[in-house]
């Protein structure tokens, strides 16, 4: 759930997790920052980037900084969000967003 009016996204997860994100940096046709108010992580700061490589063509880039917490707590977030786990989630977002854009350019 976004509300954009103040540039706010929440969404619940698994266990009782929800997790709270502003989005900034806003760098319009260029990319975006969303950063972790609250959530399963010490930390979290998602920049999202974009590049024109031709008229119908878009590099997207994601470059992620995160800190767990210690103690159980962290022990959670590290199961959830591990090295393999990050990758099939931006692995199956790329495969969601292709799918996304042929279906509305199609």
């Known amino acids: 759930k976004c509300d954009w009016?103040?540039?706010?996204?929440?969404?619940?997860?698994?266990?009782?997790?929800?997790?709270?994100?502003?989005?900034?940096?806003?760098?319009?046709?260029?990319?975006?920052?969303d950063t972790m108010d609250s959530g399963p992580m010490r930390s979290w700061v998602h920049r999202h980037e974009y590049r024109a490589l031709g008229p119908t063509l878009t590099a997207v880039s994601d470059?992620?900084?995160?800190?767990?917490?210690s103690g159980v707590r962290g022990l959670i977030s590290r199961l959830f969000f591990n090295r393999a786990a990050l990758r099939a989630l931006f692995f199956y977002r790329a495969f969601a967003t292709r799918r996304a854009i042929r279906t509305h350019t199609h």
């Open 63 to 69: 470059r992620i900084w995160f800190a767990h917490h």
């Open 5 to 33: 009016s103040s540039d706010v996204c929440s969404s619940d997860l698994p266990l009782g997790m929800h997790w709270v994100a502003r989005h900034g940096d806003v760098a319009q046709g260029q990319g975006f920052t």
